[in-house]
């Protein structure tokens, strides 16, 4: 049986189903990471008249996400390399969606940035592990436009969290568009199930049966 090198077999592969749902998921986590980040922004007035507090400390709670995406982007995007890339997306989908949902039920500043920092942790973490898996997967001649399809959905998520603000804020209060973060989590165990491993993680751990399935749905000839 003739050894096949998978990086070059997907460099070479023709676009089907299988890169479209690699693309799917890239952009579906996409979108909901950028909910994640713009949805303090479309709150932030209505935070700041509930809780009582000045446009610094306004400022800084709306800014904790930040400081835990640079947080994030550091340590979760090497932690691929250990547990792979399918639980590392998993575990920042966790992390962004539960705690921003938790951020909801803060009731203090102090609470509303500790949630919303822990949440950045997975909204930085999540950026270069979902860039490399579309990279990783996209056929050569395609890969740049594939990755810009990908990216969209940054700004699209970013447009929902401000049309939900708008829409649901008045009459429900702030909190409903937090809550609606969480509901992103119940995608976990088809993202484990449907999402292919990382190529590179696989090869290290000479998965020589998982390697051998990805190639013969990258490449069914």
């Known amino acids: 049986m003739r050894e096949i090198n998978v990086h070059e077999l997907a460099d070479e592969a023709k676009f089907n189903r299988f890169h479209a749902k690699v693309l799917a998921w890239c952009f579906v986590v996409i979108i909901i990471d950028g909910y994640d980040l713009a949805v303090a922004g479309a709150a932030l007035p209505a935070i700041m008249k509930e809780m009582g507090v000045e446009a610094a400390t306004a400022g ?14 550091i340590f979760l995007g090497a932690l691929s390399d250990k547990i792979g890339r399918r639980w590392t997306i998993s575990l920042c989908v966790f992390l962004f969606s539960v705690f921003t949902a938790a951020a909801g039920l803060t009731k203090d500043p102090v609470t509303f940035s500790i949630a919303r920092f822990i949440a950045g942790l997975g909204i930085g973490g999540v950026m270069p592990n979902i860039t490399a898996q579309m990279t990783e997967y996209a056929p050569k001649r395609i890969r740049s436009f594939l990755t ?13 969290a401000a049309v939900l603000g708008k829409q649901f804020i008045a009459q429900f209060g702030w909190q409903i568009v937090f809550f609606a973060a969480g509901v992103p989590v119940l995608l976990i165990p088809f993202i484990l199930k449907s999402m292919p491993e990382s190529l ?13 399935q990805i190639a013969q749905s990258i490449d069914p000839g």
Do not use: C, N, W
């Open 200 to 212: 590179s993680f696989l090869v290290s751990r000479r998965d020589s049966a998982q390697l051998r």
């Open 148 to 160: 810009t399809v990908m990216f969209s959905g940054y700004a699209i998520g970013g447009i929902l």
């Open 60 to 73: 800084f709670m709306a800014s904790s996400a930040l400081f835990g995406m640079m947080f994030g982007a």
